[in-house]
T-cell receptor
């Protein structure tokens, strides 16, 4: 099955810093989403981005499907950005299931 | 975005009993829903695909007799953990999407503790 790798596994930032999270996947995809998991476990949808670039406030994401990677940019980080960021992809097998990467654990210090 | 609601959010049960978790799509119909499991500090692992009106499809290594899935309507899927044991303690979370080519939304999750 499709493999999803995220890097870095852990990231510590000072408030106000910028960061880039990476997601590599092993096969062609028809779905790619970025999520933020809050301390209560809720998955917050950040981006649905199987290809191209999107921006939402301080966050933006880019997926280069032909090269099988996606990037999540966080600018001017805030303490509330802390948590785990997951990338999840859906393959072309028409099952529509999402396979998750191992996540990036982000801590933003004041 | 679309809303997926999961209930209960937290449950504690005794070893050997069964627990039912509900997943509802509140503002759309979902012929397919997905159940995931997450252990502490780990990623989400897909357990099964719930199909309305037909049998669920389980991922390799998931015991279908322990994790019973019923998708009786276009807005409701249930996961029953049968004869629960402490090792079944985990965070269970469901997912659905309005159409199969749009983003997936997740329920709030259910934290199961078996004592």
């Amino acid at each position: 099955g499709i493999q999803v790798e995220q890097s870095p596994p852990d990231l510590i930032l000072q408030e106000g810093a910028n960061s880039t999270l990476r997601c590599n996947f092993s096969d062609s995809v028809n779905n790619l989403q970025w999520f933020h998991q809050n301390p209560w476990g809720q998955l917050i949808n950040l981006f649905y981005i199987p290809s191209g670039t999107k921006q939402n406030g301080r966050l933006s994401a880019t997926t280069v499907a032909t090269e099988r990677y996606s990037l999540l940019y966080i600018s001017s980080s805030q303490t509330t950005d802390s948590g785990v960021y997951f990338c999840a992809v859906g393959g072309l097998d028409s099952s529509y299931k999402l396979i998750f990467g191992s996540g990036t654990r982000l801590l933003v210090r004041p | 975005g679309a809303v997926v609601s999961q209930h209960p959010s937290r449950v504690i049960c005794k070893s050997g009993t069964s627990v039912k978790i509900e997943c509802r799509s509140l503002d759309f119909q979902a012929t397919t829903m997905f159940w995931y499991r997450q252990f502490p500090k780990q990623s989400l692992m897909l357990m099964a695909t719930s199909n309305e009106g037909s049998k669920a499809t389980y991922e390799q290594g998931v015991e279908k007799d322990k994790f019973l899935i019923n998708h009786a309507s276009l807005t409701l899927s249930t996961l029953t953990v049968t004869s629960a044991h402490p090792e079944d303690s985990s965070f269970y979370i469901c997912s659905a999407r309005p159409t199969l080519d749009t983003e997936a939304f997740f329920g709030q999750g259910t934290r199961l503790t078996v004592v």
